[in-house]
């Protein structure tokens, strides 16, 4: 009998789940989602070995790389940013992730949607001086890219 | 029953007309009742016919030889014959009906649980086979409950005919045999704690496991006019008999809402049972309880 009980109050007690397009509050221990800024990105790749989600790709090209990456297929576990000695990636918000009420994962309806390219020049070691102007990042997203270098 | 009269009633009223959105509807306050007892917000109103519609939209795997045949088959049989149940339902006073058309009705009623046992073995997969032998031996066992349930409810009232059942004034007897029909209903439906032969967890839902598409869809509105078909015959023999037709076929959509919520709730509240548990549930306690009824019913007769 304590069953029909249970189901009395959830019949009057309120919904726990919510209509599209309204969504929950992401969870304390949401990381946010992966910045990537390309000015200290040195294309070491540690990054794309880390991501056992497959969400980070690089592809290393004749003084340029390129490094994409897709909010779509991330987890969110954080293992690319341990593994960043640069300090490259940076995880959505600097003291706790992102804010709790307004940035709970993404939403997008084709694989991929998400996804954003950055292409990098390569730093090269020489020993004159400046090598880090001579060689400023570029970085390329798309046309339709929100923000560039930041959290999308 | 002319033809005429006969077609009207399948394809019409109570028919496919009215059974098939009558079919959506009980299906969507199935779902909406158990969301809403689980805390859940539930599918919106015409989620069960988008679905179907979804369904409709998707392609098949192509299936060759006389087992693609049979697989595709079997849902249209299924849908024909609970389709032909509901029609056979008297909702309205004085619709037609002919002598022993209780007798038919249950045949018919029990096609699309034959259907989906021929459906899991033409599969060939395990969980399909699973499925389905779960099914035939939940069949056998609810079915003999059902049957005599039936049977008493006749024989007290000395007719098979629903329209005379519809008509004829409630005894004891026959809320005996209404409340047996009850008992009854979750295996028949494939409901918790008899949702054996359709267990999405452990045999993700047996002899369904094969189907896609606008066979899917099929058997998706077969088991919503077996929701139709099997509570509008409960709802025919509990109903009292009213001549005003839009009174009598309101008491009947009542007496059937009730029981889908009935029945959700019973869903909700349970978890499923075992194979053994179920059988012995319907052989040991219900064989009793329907017996007794059968017996009653006969006693009743000599004395009358």
Redesign the interface.
């Given at each position: 009998m304590n069953?029909?009980t249970m189901?009395w109050k959830?019949?009057w007690?309120?919904?726990?789940?919510?209509?599209f397009p309204a969504r929950p509050k992401v969870s304390a221990g949401y990381r946010g989602l992966v910045e990537f800024d390309p000015e200290l990105c040195t294309g070491c790749a540690i990054c794309k070995f880390r991501c056992t989600a497959r969400a980070i790709e690089f592809k290393a090209g004749k003084g340029e790389f390129t490094w994409s990456y897709d909010p779509g297929q991330c987890t969110f576990c954080g293992r690319c940013v341990e593994g960043c000695a640069e300090h490259a990636l940076k995880e959505g918000h600097t003291e706790h992730a992102l804010s709790q009420e307004s940035a709970p994962p993404p939403i997008y309806f084709r694989s991929g949607e998400l996804k954003h390219a950055y292409t990098v020049k390569r730093k090269t070691t020489v020993k004159a001086a400046a090598p880090q102007q001579a060689n400023a990042p570029s970085p390329s997203p798309p046309a339709n890219s929100p923000a560039p270098g930041g959290t999308q | 029953m002319n033809l005429t009269t006969a077609l009207a009633r399948l394809l019409i009223f109570p028919g496919l007309l009215f059974a098939i959105p009558a079919a959506w509807f009980f299906l969507w306050v199935e779902r909406k009742s158990v969301a809403?007892?689980?805390?859940?917000?539930g599918p919106p109103f015409m989620q069960p016919f988008f679905d179907f519609i979804k369904l409709l939209g998707k392609t098949t795997p192509p299936r060759s030889g006389v087992g693609g045949l049979l697989m595709r088959a079997w849902p249209l049989i299924a849908v024909s014959a609970a389709a032909g149940a509901v029609g056979l339902l008297p909702v309205l006073p004085s619709s037609g009906g002919f002598e022993g058309d209780l007798i038919l009705l249950l045949a018919l009623l029990e096609l699309p649980s034959m259907c989906i046992i021929a459906a899991g073995f033409s599969s060939r997969s395990i969980f399909g086979e699973i499925g389905s032998a779960r099914e035939a031996v939940l069949s056998v066992a609810y079915n003999v409950v059902f049957l005599l349930a039936i049977v008493s409810i006749a024989a007290a009232q000395h007719t098979f005919r629903l329209e005379s059942l519809a008509a004829l004034p409630a005894t004891p007897m026959r809320w005996l045999g209404v409340l047996a029909l009850l008992v009854c209903l979750p295996a028949k439906l494939h409901l918790n704690p008899f949702s054996l032969p359709n267990a999405e967890q452990e045999i993700y839902s047996g002899p369904m496991v094969e189907y896609a598409g606008p066979e899917l869809a099929m058997w998706e509105l077969s088991h919503g006019l077996e929701w139709v078909a099997a509570t509008g015959l409960v709802a025919t023999l509990a109903a009292p008999y009213i001549t005003l037709w839009w009174l009598a076929a309101l008491v009947f959509v009542g007496i059937m809402v009730a029981i889908v919520l009935a029945l959700s709730?019973l869903a909700?509240?349970?978890a499923r049972l075992a194979i053994d548990t179920t059988v012995r549930f319907y052989w040991q306690c219900t064989l009793i309880f329907a017996v007794l009824a059968v017996s009653s019913a006969l006693f009743m007769r000599l004395r009358s």
């Open positions: 069953i029909l189901l959830n019949l007690g309120g919904n726990r789940t919510t209509l | 809403l007892m689980q805390g859940r917000v709730t909700s509240a349970t």
